[in-house]
């Protein structure tokens, strides 16, 4: 395995603010996993996030100390065009990603900006909307779009790019919840099938955590918890802001009862296979 | 009371987002509104201030017609906190945009400076009080949008997705202020996508789906409804699901929480 991140003592503080808002990040992600990242508003998920493609420093500025490889490259050597090859964003509200009259051209955009030959520019297209499955809207305006469609093409347009990194914050803020649901498998999808790394913000837990390989939980500028989710549950979450699913709250009760599971569920598929061996 | 007749509603695109919808808020009342995305549910709290008056059918709040009054005299009864809060802010700081209401409203100086002090302490914006609104996060956002309408404590508190890009703590803090509006006999609408949200608030559950009202009942039948919650685009609460798994029993009534399904399988605990 080989890695995609490295974050060696990692501190950041914005310009005209008198402290630190990222403290001792450590922090190595190997190809291919698949990383649910929380913490209470402020705590510094959305700075480390801005690290990542190099907005910070360079868009930002501020002062950056450690050191931050991404996808082989220094971070703060490298000018964002080039980060943004490697690691694709998408925010909360797709209305402020697409911009353009037609779905194959917001798709198209990027590509066009780097120059790629048009002939190469139609295969990603082609190939970006199918595998979020919008082939059939390529000539749809974005405006005529549904909340979770529009996130599928602002997906598309960071895939076409062939990054190695996504970088997912809220991005089923504004979506009903079967739909975010969709959103999720097709993110876990994309995870298994391309092998890409996924790096997904969130403040919700109960939908997203049983596609995660690993959860990270943030506070106050630090990163307090890493590992498993099935695990890390036991943790009392709820001390650094961050909400407990209500399946995991349901098996903490079991445990006062006596009962001990090494992994928590995190769907309730395994909450019920689990909770079938403990009651007649 | 918010009463709604009978009421249609097509853009000027001719969508028509509402099909004859029918529903009463009483005040002391707390009300979630959910359903698919374009379901019509932001469309349907706008009618409660005036924002959009029926194509067909009437909106009467308190028994007068809005088509009767301006959003401005509805406003002070009927406060309504958008889902983009982007589209709320005007002023240049977060102090001036929480006393906008109140000035217009006609308070005095000193009522305004005491109540802004306490809505901003409240809702963790105390230190942005000099900034503009524009500079805030998406959640801190979110927070001023709220709290420049609770501070003029309308008696009907209209919220559209309200826990977007909240955390924990900060959606505990909104659950506090929904239930002081409660207490306080007002009524609370919420549109929202968060179940879980929904379950820790416990209220009648207006499901909307094409345009109609498909549901309207308390929370322990209407999220337990699994047939019905497929229609809205919604998926049942973590719990619920859990027990429709595990328990052979055709009804899930009343099983919305971890603590619900506890007191039913704590009798079925093989002991070991």
């Given at each position: 395995m080989s890695k995609v991140i490295e974050v060696k003592g990692l501190y950041y503080r914005y310009d005209g603010m008198d402290e630190d808002v990222l403290l001792n990040i450590n922090l190595e992600i190997e190809r291919g996993e698949f990383v649910l990242l929380t913490g209470a508003s402020g705590c510094g998920k959305t700075t480390l996030c801005r690290c990542f493609n190099g907005l910070?420093?360079?868009?930002?500025?501020g002062d950056l100390r450690g050191e931050i490889q991404v996808a082989g490259f220094d971070v703060k050597k490298t000018p964002i065009h080039k980060m943004a090859l490697k690691v694709g964003f998408i925010f909360q509200n797709p209305d402020s990603q697409l911009f353009s009259l037609t779905v194959e051209r917001d798709v198209a955009f990027g590509l066009e900006n780097l120059g790629v030959e048009r002939e190469e520019i139609k295969r990603r297209v082609d190939w970006a909307l199918e595998v979020v499955g919008m082939k059939e809207y390529r000539h749809s305006a974005p405006y005529e779009l549904s909340g979770g469609q529009k996130q599928r093409v602002a997906i598309a347009s960071v895939l076409a790019m062939n990054p190695e990194i996504i970088v997912l914050d809220e991005p089923t803020a504004y979506l009903d919840p079967k739909t975010s649901l969709k959103i999720f498998q097709l993110l876990d999808d994309l995870n298994q099938k391309l092998g890409l790394t996924v790096i997904l913000v969130e403040h919700r837990l109960d939908l997203a955590s049983r596609y995660a390989s690993r959860l990270i939980v943030m506070s106050r500028g630090r990163i307090v918890l890493d590992g498993d989710p099935a695990t890390l549950?036991?943790?009392?979450l709820e001390e650094y802001g961050v909400s407990t699913p209500r399946l995991i709250r349901f098996f903490r009760q079991l445990e006062k009862e006596g009962y001990s599971f090494d992994r928590l569920p995190l769907s309730t598929e395994e909450a019920s296979t689990l909770l079938r061996r403990i009651i007649s | 009371m918010i009463e709604v007749v009978d009421v249609y509603y097509s853009y000027p695109n001719g969508f028509t987002a509402l099909k004859g919808v029918s529903l009463t808020i009483d005040r002391g009342e707390c009300v979630a509104i959910m359903g698919e995305n374009g379901a019509g549910k932001t469309t349907l709290i706008k009618h409660f201030n005036g924002l959009l008056k029926p194509t067909k059918g009437v909106v009467l709040v308190d028994g007068d017609n809005t088509r009767d009054l301006s959003v401005a005299q509805l406003s002070r009864k009927v406060g309504l906190v958008f889902q983009n809060p982007d589209h709320q802010f005007f002023s240049e700081t977060v102090e001036d945009e929480v006393a906008f209401a109140l000035k217009n409203f006609g308070f005095q100086e000193d009522e305004i400076k005491r109540r802004v002090d306490q809505v901003l302490e409240r809702m963790g914006l105390k230190q942005y009080r000099q900034s503009s609104p524009f500079n805030l996060s998406g959640g801190e956002k979110k927070r001023l949008a709220i709290a420049s309408v609770i501070v003029f404590n309308p008696d009907y508190l209209i919220l559209d997705e309200?826990?977007?890009?909240?955390?924990y703590l900060q959606k505990c803090e909104i659950i506090n202020i929904i239930r002081s509006f409660l207490r306080e006999g007002k009524a609370v609408v919420i549109v929202t996508h968060d179940l879980e949200f929904v379950v820790d608030l416990k209220p009648r559950v207006v499901l909307m789906s094409q345009g109609k009202i498909i549901l309207d009942d308390y929370a322990d039948r209407a999220l337990t409804n699994l047939k019905i919650l497929d229609d809205a685009s919604l998926l049942p609460p973590q719990i619920t699901e859990l027990a429709y798994r595990i328990l052979n029993s055709p009804s899930l009534e009343g099983i919305l929480d971890e603590h619900d399904l506890m007191e039913i399988v704590k009798p079925l605990l093989k002991r070991g």
């Open positions: 910070i420093p360079h868009f930002y500025g549950f036991h943790h009392k | 309200p826990t977007i890009g909240q955390d």
